[in-house]
């Protein structure tokens, strides 16, 4: 085996080539690293404050590629605080690669105090968005301890993860279609399809214009529409989730769409008719929602909460049906999370 060398390593991995070696070498590295006395010594950065208004993907992007500038003194100050800082920017918004770069910086102390319980949140959310290289070191770290860090919960004031909940109306499920009445279906929707969810939405307690919206960004109204991870149908239901519903025909469009409405029915009684969360929960599942307090750092689920709120006129709340399920544990810890946020890395 070659010697290891931080730069060929930190290339190999991040590169997604020869995984498997690169964590070998990684190993070696690490042990290195940890017989070293002065890590202890290396700064902690602080989390960056708020950002002011909203950020697009290309800031994200630039924010990524700053960070990396600044991390092997390319064209700018080698300065691995301000990459640190920046990464973690990026990783709040959901890009992955910045999730990976700065796990590997606290893993490995390169200019910051060493945080591997950190470093395995970030490595898991890298993973969790198919991000090859860091699938196999988030396996070798394990399944991440506590609450998540600051880098990887949702950004203090940002419009679309804001922390601030809308104020629930216990058991209020009377006309759900209210909120919504002044807004017309998607502009591509079949009008049997429509008159369909017109129908039976009621049913499930739900607006049709909620699950109108829905169906329109998971399948664009194709009955066949089957996504890379297996989600099928009008609803792109997995195939867990159907059967949760009892959904027994993933193809037949009746029970589709049924077993779609009856999964966000429960998901509203669950988030207590929190749009926001529901729609990041029918997404990326309610598990990575508790986990992470909020809408997951993913980009794809970012970029869906988003384009279905907008099409719902910014409503955040739907009356719910709080028999459909109990609620959610994690509404009972966010507001005091979110009334003393910490103020560093970790």
Sequence with gaps: MKPCRPAAVVRAARSGRAVLAATACWLVLAA??????????LPRPDTPPPERGPVVPAQVERWRLEAKGHEYGDGVPRDALLAAQLYCRAARYGDAESQFNLAWMLTNARGIERDEAQAAHLFAAAAEQGLPQALNMASHLGAPLGPPPPCLRPPEQDPLTATARPQPRAGAVRSPSALFAALPPPANAPQPIVRFVDLVAPEYKLAPQLVLAVMATESGFDPGALSPKNAQGLMQLMPDTAARFKVRKLSDPVQNIRGGMAYLRWLLAYYQGDVLFTLAAYNAGEGAVDRYRGVPPYAETRAYV???????????WHPYDPEAAAPSPMLSTLSAAAASPPTRLR
Aim: proline content about 5%.
């Design 306 to 316: 988003r384009r279905i709120l907008a099409a719902l006129g910014g409503q955040r």
């Design 32 to 41: 290195h690293a940890q017989a070293v006395p002065d890590l202890s010594a």
